[in-house]
């Protein structure tokens, strides 16, 4: 079945400091693949989204992640982090069937001064 | 402007009794899903409805039943509440693209 996992339960960076935030995803064929983030007692709102093409793709605040298909992975990055960019990331990849995504169970990045 | 809202956004019920969540979206989306979060495990999604008058079961839907009574709204239903359904209970609604939208949540605690 389609899924992803995110290995890291906890990272810490520095304000400043870049960021990757590691998914792989296990699929049949080519995923449709998300980033979502999830503000403290808020609902998740989605960063950005891979579906074909320049496997680097851009998304909201400076993210961006890269799809690889030889390593089934779609990492999330940004070149320098802000305090409010502490908050827990979603990956998740769209079934097969295309009527659900299933979530990994999220990073929670804190961001220190 | 389009949104997904819940309610109630917190609740504590008592162990057997009944607990409906409300979920309305102003997307004009037709998939709406019903998930629970709980540490450790992500989202998990529990029924989901791609039409009025029906809904399918997702990944975890054993206690709990949904109703999507309109294209507009979608509830979450747990007929016996049980104390390992406390969580937090997010609904989302998608259109053609994919891309879900999501309410601000639901905490529920069963004593």
């Known amino acids: 079945a389609q899924s992803v996992t995110q290995p890291d339960a906890r990272v810490t960076v520095s304000e400043g400091a870049s960021l990757q935030l590691r998914c792989k995803y296990s699929y049949s064929a080519t995923p449709y693949l998300f980033w979502y983030v999830q503000y403290p007692r808020q609902g998740l709102q989605m960063l950005l989204k891979y579906y074909s093409g320049d496997p680097v793709v851009q998304g909201v605040n400076g993210f961006e992640a890269e799809f690889s298909k030889s390593d089934s992975s779609f990492h999330l990055r940004k070149a320098s982090v802000h305090w409010s960019d502490s908050a827990v990331y979603f990956c998740a990849v769209r079934t097969n069937s295309g009527t659900y995504q299933r979530f990994g169970t999220g990073t929670k990045l804190q961001v220190v001064p | 402007e389009a949104a997904v809202t819940q309610s109630p956004r917190s609740k504590v019920a008592v162990t057997g009794g009944k607990v409906t969540l409300s979920c309305h979206q102003t997307n004009n989306h037709d998939y709406m899903y019903w998930y629970r979060q709980d540490t450790g495990h992500g989202l998990r999604l529990i029924h989901y409805s791609y039409v009025a008058d029906s809904t399918e079961k997702g990944d975890i839907p054993d206690g709990y039943k949904a109703s999507r009574p309109s294209q507009e709204n979608f509830s979450l239903i747990l007929e016996l509440a049980s104390l390992s359904q406390t969580a937090v209970y997010f609904c989302?609604?998608?259109?053609?693209?994919?891309?879900?939208?999501f309410g601000p949540g639901t905490r529920l605690t069963v004593l």
């Open positions: 989302a609604s998608s259109g053609d693209n994919y891309e879900q939208y």
